[in-house]
């Protein structure tokens, strides 16, 4: 199965945070699985650690390489991406969301998320 992390998703997964349950960990380490991370949820969280609003205690670099070390594929932004995301009715403001979304939609992938608005678009959901 093709699966895209939200951002809250990855950061309890690289953090190992319980409140990733352990069904949901299972899920992205299967191996039959392949998971992908978009470019739109390297940015958010550059923008909010930059803004006080996520501490790592690490450098945004090295999370960013922590990232890429567990094997997760980058999801680029494309125009179908970004024409996906801006055509969405407007139940989540949040922009990095609706990218998220928009590019689940494009490239037929299930989202893993927590987030409660999800639900209210035409998108295969897990968690």
Request: charged letters at 25%; proline letters at 5%.
């Amino acid at each position: 199965m093709n699966l895209l992390l939200d951002t809250h998703a990855l950061i309890w997964y690289i953090t190992d945070d319980d409140k990733l349950p352990t069904k949901t960990r299972t899920l992205i380490e299967l191996s039959e699985n392949h998971c992908f991370v978009s470019l739109a949820t390297y940015w958010e969280m550059a923008i909010k650690n930059s803004l006080g609003r996520l501490d790592f205690k690490k450098p945004i670099s090295t999370i960013f390489d922590i990232i890429e070390q567990s094997g997760f594929d980058i999801l680029p932004i494309s125009i179908e991406h970004t024409l996906r995301a801006t055509s969405l009715p407007f139940h989540h403001h949040d922009p990095f969301d609706r990218m998220i979304i928009g590019q689940a939609i494009a490239e037929d992938l299930a989202i893993i998320t927590k987030d409660e608005k999800f639900p209210l678009y035409d998108v295969r959901l897990l968690w």
